[in-house]
């Protein structure tokens, strides 16, 4: 099960569905209401769950069924692999599932080509049950409406070391909370350890501009903007770090992984990640495990990221006011806080991060990862752009690294990046 984030390309969905644009606005076949009576048979499709929660999904469906006689959810689940060419498939030849298993960057050209029910328009009332970051999630530039329910979400606090913090004169009870407070902690660790100490191991992302406080995207969806003021002060920042040894020299072809072993080895200070990680670093690194410090993430905006699935309703279902209330059904409060708990996501719903689950430590590595991540999801947003495709993120990176090694300044790399990003844009 992938929870953080997708690495599908939903260029190859986008591709194959906008010549469909011309025959829907997202109200599909019929209306965009979804009133009337919730009966017949509906199909639903999840991303790589089958394997571990087939039990789950079948108690889910029976009772949903219960609920509504005379309705039938068949369910099928696609491995992850694939999943967005399976999507196109779909898309293209009219065989699209009536409730679909999605992730904004997903969920984007489906709207765009009328694939995707506007829930502002069929299902409104529903809106006030989720978090508004998280209602927000499924929204496209450009494009009015939402179009997927909230589902599951996660996020992941900032791990530090408390004894390389501590040998370099800072205080581990006060972890860097900002950008500008990271950017000193990291000189300082880069100093006293002589340059063998980062603070970090990644360079910035989309997501990091969008935390910094910049601009990501113009409003109506046409083009990118992180390379505003904002953005190119965070790129000088780090191009600092860089040159200073506080960000990993590895860092320009750093993955999760790699990030994640230098943490482990503590060459690095700093570093996401979750609950799984924990039980790695007391397995694998008792030393260091000792000395964890857990915090929210770096932030400027006091907004953390997070990532979040979807469940959108197919705008030409003929099953409308089952497909609604199905979806409706599987993300709702009492079906979510189930989910929760067995495995580590979080609701979408509006209270349950409140619940005693989510609030309250009982001393295990899982608990007290669960809680600091559930604090800073309350006010979370997705700051990575739902039109930002995969092709785009590698074309920033590439950027990033030509101005972190100096061979173009900051501002040049990010409008590079901006209009590479904004070519790709127009091509989809």
Wanted: hydrophobic letters at 40%.
């Amino acid at each position: 099960m992938r929870i953080p984030r997708r690495a599908a390309i939903a260029a190859v969905v986008l591709a194959a569905v906008l010549p469909l644009s011309a025959c829907g606005g997202g109200s599909g076949t019929g209306s965009s209401d979804a009133s009337g009576k919730v009966e017949g048979k509906i199909t639903f499709q999840t991303w790589n769950l089958q394997a571990n929660f087939k039990d789950y999904f079948d108690g889910v469906i029976a009772g949903f069924e219960k609920k509504y006689p005379g309705t039938e959810v068949k369910w099928v689940d696609r491995p992850g692999e694939g999943y967005a060419d399976k999507i196109s498939a779909d898309a293209a030849g009219g065989t699209l599932p009536d409730v679909v298993n999605v992730s904004p960057d997903l969920v984007a050209p489906l709207a765009k080509a009328g694939l995707a029910l506007d829930l502002d328009q069929a299902a409104p009332t529903y809106a006030k049950e989720y978090l508004p970051g998280a209602w927000a999630s499924h929204q496209v530039p450009g494009t009015e409406g939402t179009f997927a329910f909230p589902w599951y979400l996660n996020t992941g606090p900032m791990f530090y070391n408390k004894r390389l913090l501590k040998d370099a004169g800072l205080d581990p009870a006060t972890p860097p909370a900002t950008y500008d407070q990271v950017f000193a902690a990291g000189m300082k660790l880069a100093g006293a350890s002589k340059g063998k100490v980062a603070a970090l191991a990644n360079v910035p992302t989309i997501e990091d501009f969008g935390r910094y406080g910049g601009e990501l995207m113009n409003e109506d969806g046409t083009g990118f903007a992180f390379n505003d003021a904002k953005g190119v002060e965070l790129l000088t920042k780090y191009k600092e770090l860089y040159d200073a040894r506080a960000l990993d020299p590895q860092a320009l072809t750093a993955t999760p992984e790699s990030s994640g072993h230098k943490f482990l080895t503590e060459s690095v200070a700093m570093n996401p990640g979750s609950a799984l990680d924990l039980a790695n670093f007391k397995k694998q690194a008792p030393g260091l495990y000792k000395n964890i410090g857990i915090t929210e993430q770096v932030s400027n905006t006091g907004k953390a990221n997070m990532y979040v699935m979807g469940l959108m309703v197919n705008a030409r279902t003929q099953q409308k006011p089952a497909s609604v209330a199905f979806a409706h059904y599987v993300t709702d409060a009492t079906r979510q806080m189930e989910f929760a708990k067995q495995v580590a996501i979080f609701p979408s719903t509006q209270g349950s991060l409140d619940d005693p689950y989510f609030t309250e430590e009982d001393g295990t590595d899982e608990t007290r990862v669960r809680v600091a991540a559930a604090k800073s999801l309350k006010t979370a947003v997705n700051y990575t752009p739902v039109l930002f495709s995969e092709q785009m993120k590698t074309e920033l990176r590439n950027q990033i690294a030509k101005a972190l090694q100096g061979k173009q300044s900051p501002k040049e790399a990010l409008d590079n990046a901006v209009k590479a990003c904004d070519r790709l844009l127009q091509q989809s």
